[in-house]
C-alpha cells in the first residue's frame, strides 16, 4: 500500500458527489468473523451445497443448524473494527451515501452505517417455509439447541433470513443497482469479486464512468476497472484513509 494511493483515494472520496461502498468478508474478518474463501475460509472444510444452499437446508436441516446457529450467535458477540467505524463516518459526514454488503452480520449498522443495503440478508430473524412466521436469532437458536432443528408450530423449518445458494438476492439489490447506476465512485473493501450478481455492480459502476477504488487483501477480477488499488490489512488502510481524512478536514 503506497501512500501515493491512499492519497488518491482521499481526494475521489472528498471530492465525488454521490458515493457509494461495496463490502465483503473481509470488512468482518477483524472482527473474529471468518470468511469463506480466504486461505482458512470455511468453504475450505465445508461443502457449501450441504450446509449454505437452499437443498441443503431442506434436505440436511440438523446439518445446517449445527453448523450455522453458533456462527449467528457469534456474530451477535462481535463488534465493529476501523473499517465499519470509518464507512460510518463517511456517511455521517456526507461523503458516503451508504454501503451496499454482502455480509451478514449487522455490523456496519452496529458502527453507526444508517443507509445500509444488505443483499444477503442478515442473521437477526427467521422465517417459517411453512407459514411465514417471523421469529428473532435467539429463538431459533434455543429450538435448534433443544430439538436439533428450529420448527415453527405449524410444522414448517424456519430458516433464518440469510440469502442461500440457489435463492435470489434480496429486494436491496434491485435497490443497489439503481444506486450504483447514479453513484461517481465506488468504494469496494474486503470482497473477492467472485459472487455474482454482486460482482457485476463493480462493472456496472466502471461502465458509466465511476471511479471505482479496490481495497482488498489479494488481487480481483476488477482490480484492472480501479482509479486506486489499496492492497494490504483493512484495519491499516481505514487508518491511513481516515488519518488523510481527517488532515484534509483540519
Given at each position: ?30 472482527s473474529g468473523i471468518p470468511d469463506f474463501r480466504g486461505p482458512d475460509g470455511l468453504w475450505r472444510h465445508h461443502d457449501p451445497e450441504r450446509v449454505s444452499s437452499l437443498e441443503g437446508f431442506r434436505r440436511h436441516p440438523e446439518e445446517f443448524y449445527a453448523f450455522w446457529i453458533w456462527r449467528f450467535e457469534r ?176
Amino acid at each position: 500500500m503506497l501512500e501515493g494511493s491512499v492519497e488518491e483515494a482521499a481526494r475521489l472520496i472528498r471530492t465525488s458527489r454521490y458515493a457509494w461502498a461495496l463490502t465483503g468478508a473481509g470488512v468482518s474478518t477483524p472482527s473474529g468473523i471468518p470468511d469463506f474463501r480466504g486461505p482458512d475460509g470455511l468453504w475450505r472444510h465445508h461443502d457449501p451445497e450441504r450446509v449454505s444452499s437452499l437443498e441443503g437446508f431442506r434436505r440436511h436441516p440438523e446439518e445446517f443448524y449445527a453448523f450455522w446457529i453458533w456462527r449467528f450467535e457469534r456474530m451477535k458477540q462481535a463488534r465493529p473494527n476501523p473499517v465499519h467505524e470509518l464507512l460510518a463516518e463517511l456517511e455521517a459526514r456526507g461523503l458516503l451515501r451508504g454501503v451496499i454488503t454482502q455480509n451478514i452480520d449487522g455490523l456496519h449498522q452496529a458502527a453507526g452505517s444508517r443507509n445500509v443495503l444488505e443483499v444477503h440478508g442478515h442473521a437477526r430473524t427467521g422465517t417459517c417455509l411453512g407459514c411465514g412466521q417471523k421469529y428473532p436469532l435467539a429463538w431459533i437458536a434455543d429450538r435448534a439447541r433443544e430439538e436439533k432443528v428450529a420448527r415453527c408450530p405449524c410444522g414448517g423449518l424456519v430458516k433464518p433470513d440469510v440469502v442461500l445458494f440457489g435463492e435470489d438476492l434480496t429486494p436491496d439489490f434491485q435497490r443497489a443497482q439503481a444506486e450504483v447506476s447514479k453513484c461517481d465512485l465506488l468504494f469496494v473493501l474486503g470482497t473477492s469479486l467472485t459472487v455474482w450478481p454482486v460482482a457485476g455492480l463493480v462493472p456496472q459502476a466502471a461502465a458509466h464512468g465511476a471511479s471505482i477504488i479496490i481495497a482488498n487483501r489479494d488481487p480481483t477480477p476488477f482490480d484492472d476497472r480501479a482509479a486506486v488499488l489499496l492492497r494490504g490489512d483493512l484495519v491499516e488502510i481505514a487508518r491511513s484513509l481516515r488519518a488523510k481524512l481527517e488532515v484534509e478536514r483540519a
